[in-house]
């Protein structure tokens, strides 16, 4: 197959000496040999090896920059491409310099995450894996990245595949018997289906028992901060944060949107809502923050909820509290450095000791209690289970559930002895559903789309 040649920088921009930059397809050595001069030229070097050279202009012959190339040759790359990268040391503007001569040539831009769909297409990923790839780029934990890395190596195309063959095989089954409508091999087939069925529907369970627990480690613990006006909740995020990226003011109600911060405390990410101050309201711009909260406090796997240790509870916090009964909730009484007017007994009263703080943002004191508060609630040993096949993508979330709907819809067919050219469709559907997670059968539209969540380069 013939691909035309690509090329992108593929470290991050302006971070180490060197910077790479990857040129990948039929004709990368040849294209790249146009600009580069060294003792041994670049098409007859051995694979796999490094070439001492210099870039030049071949429109004036001027040398641009010393670099080293390493040719690695179909199919030993990652795209299974012909690939040249180029380690350039002179830093941003000179890898530039020599991405632009590249793309005089006949070489274009990478779109983004186009080596990856490369390596996709010759068969060297299959989705799933190419799919960790971008979680890998955006993870936000070490255990997330963990999880992703796992992905890559393909644990979940493993188990993804072994349902798939079970599946087909029962398809198999069916299709023999078919034709054979006498009644005992009715019977047989049917009790058949109910059995593989019912055990195809045990592991998808078990995959997606671990898809809750992927969620929450990808993405970070949802957190929404809740509270009045004024109580602090802004100074919370950012002392967490340790950033200001949330506006701090001296007007109650100023926090009209929801903020997002991600954080991570002993290890456990958490993605935290700053949240307008959930009360009854007639200014519009504040309504629309209010109903925001309401959302924000429905999707929240764990709720911090700011009262002020200088006030007497309010009756909206009250009302609050029957509201956060059942929910994952730390009370936090803040500003200990004013003068106590808050009742905590009300607050024990209605939540575990473990779970209401007193601290002050101002003088950065009780946020170490806090933190262990926060660690105390999930880290009680159920978060570290390791080793599973983690499903985090919402992708295959839905795609794993809606096998498992078509397995479940086949079972209970066949349990009526429906006849079982009919149950065959429903066997069929979730073979093809488990397949879309691995790219078996996937449209052209949804791989590019996977794809272009990629960064640049990658
Ligand atoms: P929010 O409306 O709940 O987000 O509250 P803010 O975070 O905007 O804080 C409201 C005001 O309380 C600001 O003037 C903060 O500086 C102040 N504040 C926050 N934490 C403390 C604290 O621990 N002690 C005192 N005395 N003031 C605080
Ligand atoms: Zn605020």
Not at 221 to 244: C, D, F, W, Y
Request: charged letters at 25%; aromatic letters at 4%; proline letters at 3%.
């Amino acid at each position: 197959m013939i691909s035309d040649t690509i090329a992108a920088i593929s470290t991050a921009v302006g971070e180490a000496g060197i910077a790479i930059i990857r040129v990948s397809g039929t004709d990368a050595v040849k294209e790249t040999e146009r600009i580069f001069k060294s003792k041994t030229p670049l098409t007859e070097v051995p694979t796999h090896t490094v070439t001492y050279g210099h870039i030049f202009n071949p429109k004036d012959g001027i040398k641009v920059e010393e670099v080293l190339a390493i040719v690695m040759r179909a199919p030993r790359s990652f795209t299974m491409e012909d690939v040249v990268e180029i380690h350039c040391h002179g830093g941003v503007v000179s890898v530039k310099r020599v991405l632009d001569l590249l793309l005089q040539q006949d070489v274009r831009l990478a779109e983004p995450g186009e080596f990856t769909k490369r390596a996709f297409i010759n068969g060297r990923l299959d989705l799933s894996q190419a799919e960790a790839v971008i979680d890998l780029i955006r993870s936000k934990s070490d255990r997330a990245f963990n999880i992703a890395l796992k992905q890559v190596d393909g644990a979940l195309s493993k188990k993804i595949k072994q349902i798939r063959h079970e599946l087909i095989e029962l398809m198999a089954h069916i299709e023999v018997n078919i034709d054979y409508p006498e009644h005992d091999v009715q019977e047989m087939t049917s009790s058949l289906i109910v059995n593989k069925s019912t055990a195809a529907i045990e592991e998808i369970d078990r995959l997606l028992k671990t898809a809750s627990e992927g969620k929450i480690l990808r993405e970070g613990i949802v957190t929404a901060i809740v509270g009045r006006p004024n109580v602090g909740k802004s100074s919370l995020l950012n002392a967490l944060a340790q950033e200001n990226k949330a506006i701090v003011t001296d007007i109650p109600g100023t926090t009209r949107d929801v903020i997002e911060e991600f954080v991570t405390i002993n290890g456990i990410p958490l993605k935290l809502l700053d949240t307008a101050g959930i009360r009854e309201t007639t200014d519009l711009v504040e309504q629309i923050g209010v109903e925001k909260s309401r959302n924000a406090l429905e999707q929240a796997d764990l709720i911090l909820f700011v009262v002020n240790y200088n006030e007497p509870l309010h009756e909206d916090e009250l009302a609050m509290m029957q509201q956060l009964q059942g929910k994952q909730t730390i009370v936090i009484a803040n500003k200990t450095d004013l003068p106590q007017q808050v009742d905590l007994k009300v607050l024990y009263s209605h939540f575990p000791a473990q779970q209401v703080v007193t601290l002050s943002i101002l003088e950065q004191e009780g946020l170490d209690q806090l933190e262990k508060a926060i660690s105390g609630l999930f880290f009680s040993g159920t978060l570290e289970s390791n080793d599973l096949t983690y499903v985090s993508n919402v992708r295959h979330i839905a795609l794993l559930k809606q096998a498992r709907q078509s397995l479940e819809e086949g079972k209970e067919a066949a349990e009526v002895y429906v006849p079982i050219d009919m149950i065959q469709i429903d066997i069929r559907l979730a073979w093809e559903r488990l397949g879309e997670i691995i790219g078996d059968a996937v449209s052209e539209s949804l791989i590019d789309q996977i794809f272009s969540q990629f960064c640049l380069g990658k």
